[in-house]
């Protein structure tokens, strides 16, 4: 045969459900991206915080043993669990003083907002699941369904904990941020009440990882790289954590 012959094999065509199934999954990759970008020209310390808290989030998975799609739906959820706050007034996102009542209840309506985000795109359940039901408590007093413990998604249960631990310790404007140690102990005195205990559990044998503590959570002194994905923490948090309370 010629050299004129001597052709490369053409490339490889996608075809069937393997090609459609990348086709949705980098369709929901672009989504993502999408409405990560809007929240971060909404408020960029949302923005870097979920993307923190996903990957922290996803830490905790594979610490509990989930696999390789689970951790990813929990990672996805995570990213994703405070979406609804592109519908938050900007102002109130911002707001560097303690929120009033109608405004706490206006923040407080930011997953059900969430899910009705992701309701029309593709998106894994247990990631939706997260997003809806990361601020229910385990002793029913939570928001928005006041769902109690096993009855709260799985997934749902581990973000609230990576959010939790983001949210305080993250640099905020108004505010330093606490060392990771605080942060542990205050997951600990709400375990069994606010947190699932095994929740805080896993995300504390998670962070004793190297890669844990190089890039999944905040530093005491600020947010991490903006390589690193983050998680933003809720004003209840940081209002009630400032005055040694219960998160709520």
């Given at each position: 045969?010629?050299?004129?012959?001597?052709?490369s094999?053409?490339?490889?065509?996608?075809?069937?459900?393997?090609?459609a199934?990348?086709?949705?999954?980098?369709a929901q990759?672009s989504t993502?991206?999408?409405?990560?970008?809007?929240?971060?020209l909404?408020?960029?310390?949302?923005r870097?915080?979920?993307?923190r808290?996903?990957?922290l989030?996803s830490?905790v998975a594979?610490?509990?043993?989930?696999?390789?799609?689970r951790?990813?739906?929990v990672?996805?959820?995570?990213?994703l669990?405070?979406i609804?706050?592109?519908?938050?007034?900007?102002g109130?996102?911002?707001?560097?003083?303690p929120?009033?009542?109608?405004?706490?209840r206006i923040i407080?309506?930011?997953?059900?907002d969430?899910?009705?985000?992701?309701?029309?795109?593709?998106?894994?359940?247990e990631?939706?699941?997260?997003?809806?039901?990361?601020h229910?408590r385990?002793?029913?007093?939570?928001?928005?369904?006041?769902?109690?413990?096993?009855?709260?998604?799985e997934?749902?249960?581990?973000v609230?904990?990576?959010?939790?631990?983001?949210?305080?310790t993250?640099?905020r404007?108004?505010?330093?941020?606490?060392p990771?140690?605080v942060?542990?102990?205050?997951?600990?005195?709400?375990?069994?009440?606010?947190?699932?205990p095994?929740?805080v559990?896993?995300?504390?044998r998670a962070?004793?990882?190297p890669?844990?503590?190089c890039?999944?959570?905040?530093?005491?002194?600020?947010?991490?790289?903006?390589?690193?994905?983050?998680?933003?923490?809720?004003?209840?948090?940081?209002?009630?954590?400032?005055?040694?309370?219960?998160?709520?």
């Open positions: 045969m010629s050299p004129a012959h001597r052709r094999p053409p490339p490889a065509v996608c075809w069937g459900s393997a090609c199934r990348r086709v949705r999954e980098e990759r993502v991206r999408a409405l990560l970008q809007a929240l971060e909404k408020d960029p310390y949302t870097a915080h979920s993307e808290v996903g990957r989030a830490l594979r610490e509990l043993g989930a696999p390789g799609a951790v990813d739906a990672q996805l959820g995570g990213t669990h405070d609804g706050k592109l519908a938050v007034p900007t109130l996102l911002r707001k560097n003083g929120l009033t009542q109608d405004e706490r407080q309506l930011h997953p059900a969430g899910d009705g985000v992701l309701r029309g795109i593709n998106v894994l359940a990631a939706r699941a997260a997003v809806l039901h990361h229910e385990v002793d029913g007093t939570g928001y928005p369904y006041g769902l109690s413990g096993g009855r709260i998604p997934a749902a249960r581990i609230a904990v990576a959010d939790a631990f983001d949210a305080m993250s640099y404007s108004n505010r330093p941020a606490r990771a140690s942060a542990i102990d205050e997951l600990h005195r709400c375990a069994g009440t606010q947190f699932d095994v929740m559990a896993a995300l504390v962070l004793a990882l890669a844990a503590l890039g999944a959570t905040a530093a005491v002194e600020g947010p991490l790289l903006a390589r690193v994905p983050a998680h933003l923490p809720t004003r209840a948090w940081l209002d009630a954590g400032a005055n040694g309370k219960e998160v709520r």
